[in-house]
């Protein structure tokens, strides 16, 4: 497993501002994602991050959104920018350590845009 | 038809029950199953982690995976208030991006 440390836990921001998420892991690992997770609803994956390439993002997220960086294997910050009330929700950040086809998940930063 | 199913609940059991949660999928490419916890605001925790069709026990949970019913099952025994939680079963083909289902909610009741 691996041990994952986001930041910020939790946030409220105004409309129109935006927020980095930091999230750091305790070893080094290759594949990185970003989740969200909506009130109620299920996880969604915004974006892979790849050490030394740029962030693969799913149908329906934007880099101009949700510009992430991965400047090392221990490393990724997830931006949300230019917030509206529609981007509340938690920001998860996890990673697949390798072991096998499965990932492990920070705290998550929750986010309020008000 | 969504690629993973999961009722979400809620479900509430008395202290000492047996629990089943189950998803069903549609995408006969899943290889690997694993469920996983959350509490309220706080992150997934891998819970049980399944490769291909079978049983995996873990103490009081119970990972089930039928293939050839494209349906997945976690049993809790001997339920605990502890257990109360949002329960997500998740899916991959291998060295691809889970697909998660929507949750089940629980409550187990002192």
């Known amino acids: 497993s691996a041990v994952i440390s986001q930041k910020p836990s939790r946030d409220i921001c105004q409309r129109g501002t935006s927020l980095t998420i930091q999230c750091q892991v305790d070893?080094?690992?290759?594949?990185m994602f970003w989740y969200r997770q909506q009130p109620g609803q299920s996880l969604t994956l915004i974006a892979t991050?790849?050490?030394?390439?740029?962030?693969?993002?799913e149908s329906g997220f934007v880099i101009d959104k949700f510009p992430i960086s991965r400047p090392n294997l221990t490393f990724s910050t997830l931006t949300v920018s230019n917030m509206s009330p529609e981007d509340s929700s938690i920001y998860l950040c996890?990673?697949?350590?390798?072991?096998?086809?499965?990932?492990?998940f920070g705290e998550g930063s929750w986010l309020t845009v008000v | 038809q969504k690629e993973v199913e999961q009722d979400p609940g809620p479900l509430s059991v008395p202290e000492g029950a047996i629990v089943s949660l189950n998803c069903t999928y549609s995408?006969?490419?899943?290889?690997?199953f694993m469920w996983y916890r959350q509490y309220s605001r706080k992150g997934p925790e891998l819970l049980m982690y399944?490769?291909?069709?079978g049983n995996k026990e873990d103490g009081r949970f119970t990972a089930q995976v039928d293939k050839s019913s494209k349906y997945i099952s976690l049993f809790i025994r001997d339920s605990q208030p502890s257990d109360s939680a949002t329960y997500l079963c998740?899916?991959?083909?291998?060295?691809?991006?889970?697909?998660f289902g929507k949750g089940t909610r629980l409550s187990v009741i002192a």
């Open positions: 996890s990673v697949d350590p390798g072991a096998g086809n499965t990932i492990y």
């Open positions: 070893s080094q690992v290759t594949m």
């Open positions: 991050a790849n050490q030394g390439s740029e962030a693969t993002y």
């Open positions: 995408n006969s490419a899943f290889q690997y």
């Open positions: 399944t490769y291909s069709s």
């Open positions: 998740a899916m991959s083909k291998g060295n691809t991006p889970l697909v």
